[in-house]
């Protein structure tokens, strides 16, 4: 058989940008991941090379200086990013999104005027949707857009932002008294410019400082603060005639996003099992290499038949998505998957690795802490259960 985790039908462009990302993430991530990662540095020479390959143009429209390419080129695109360093996967995500969003729901103004500099990684996007106490129920989301003449005016505390820092558009989900009559009719996604940095990077809006993790680091994760924000109805995603539609456009968003956590997990996992198959190659006890006692051999099976899985559900989820078809459940599934399994089999890369794993000179031991974060990341596990459970009684409803 083929190595794990190949795709059948692609394109040769896709073939190409593939192997062109693959090769990056051997000679420009792997050699300085564990460095930057340990040090929670910013990775800006591996950013460089990355606005170089028109990588956060990659699912930009051509008319706005982008590639045009798929949900599922990305999503693979992604998946050799993880493979790589999942830190580097999380900076484009929140931006792919947000281009995504504008692209599906912008105006004509905000697309002639953010798509092709974000194309060019000139502006780079943050998806701000979570604050402080709600967790997963959005519903529950405090900060507020007032309307004042033309304008609003935005409060609130915003949290869990990647990218919050170095964006300098975020899309973010307040409330909107638009007399709805459900909770998410009066809900609105406004994009917020502001300077990248920290500190006050637009009037009225603060950007503290970075949340201190257990993994997933070189790449900030911050609150928003944002007090007295006025900005004008033309800053709503879509333009003033969309307001009440936010909700919408972010579970849109959010559904892409979950292809993404799927393909981080599933370049997660392949690369815990290269570390894993090459050291039980390498490594003896008793007499022989760790790989031919049977105890590790069943283990290295199951690890890749997970890999396999995961990828074929993640691949499902982003083809039926780029044929505009709804793919919400699909999505959840191939997150829930890819993402409990990846925690699997990252764990048992880690076992296979005996004590030498609970080092910080092996990279598996950077995988264990990256890991986790797959499993709440765009929705926990639970929610992706919800989702699924329900479209399923919905389909086979008696």
């Known amino acids: 058989m083929a190595r794990l985790a190949q795709t059948p039908g692609l394109t040769d462009v896709q073939q190409s940008i593939l192997e062109t990302v693959r090769e990056f993430a051997d000679k420009e991530i792997i050699p300085h991941a564990q460095r930057l990662e340990h040090a929670d540095e910013y990775p800006t020479d591996i950013l460089d090379g990355m606005r170089e390959m028109g990588l956060f143009g990659l699912t930009i429209d051509e008319e706005y200086g982008g590639l045009g390419e798929s949900l599922l080129t990305y999503a693979l695109v992604v998946e050799q990013l993880s493979r790589g360093w999942m830190s580097i996967s999380g900076i484009v995500n929140t931006h792919f999104i947000v281009a995504y969003l504008i692209s599906q729901h912008g105006s004509a103004e905000q697309k002639a005027r953010l798509l092709p500099k974000m194309a060019t ?50 899309a973010t989900l307040v409330k909107t008294d638009t007399g709805a009559e459900s909770v998410y009719g009066n809900m609105s996604t406004f994009l917020l410019e502001k300077e990248p940095g920290f500190g006050e990077t637009a009037p009225g809006l603060t950007i503290p400082g970075k949340i201190d993790k257990m993994g997933y680091k070189g790449v900030e994760t911050t609150e928003m603060v944002l007090d007295g924000v006025t900005v004008p109805d033309s800053a709503i995603l879509g333009g003033a005639d969309k307001v009440g539609r936010g909700f919408y456009q972010m579970m849109d968003g959010i559904e892409v996003g979950r292809v993404n956590v799927a393909a981080r997990a599933c370049g997660i996992s392949i690369r815990a099992f290269e570390l894993a198959v090459g050291y039980a190659q390498q490594r003896k006890t008793f007499g022989q290499p760790l790989a031919k006692h049977q105890a590790i051999a069943f283990k290295l099976a199951e690890m890749g038949t997970k890999i396999e899985a995961a990828h074929a559900l993640m691949v499902n989820a982003a083809r039926l998505k780029d044929a505009g078809q709804r793919n919400d459940v699909e999505a959840g599934m191939a997150k829930l998957l890819a993402s409990e399994y990846c925690a699997e089999v990252v764990q048992e890369a880690f076992r296979i690795h005996g004590g030498y794993g609970y080092s910080k000179e092996y990279e598996i031991e950077r995988l264990m802490r990256e890991a986790p974060f797959l499993l709440i990341g765009e929705g926990t596990s639970e929610i992706q259960k919800t989702i699924i459970s329900r479209g399923l009684l919905k389909e086979y409803k008696l």
């Open 121 to 170: 990684g000139e502006v780079r996007g943050a998806f701000s949707m979570s604050e402080p106490e709600t967790g997963s129920d959005v519903s529950a989301i405090k900060s507020r857009a007032v309307r004042d003449g033309d304008s609003y005016v935005l409060n609130g505390q915003k949290m869990w932002l990647t990218n919050g820092a170095y964006s300098s558009v975020v």
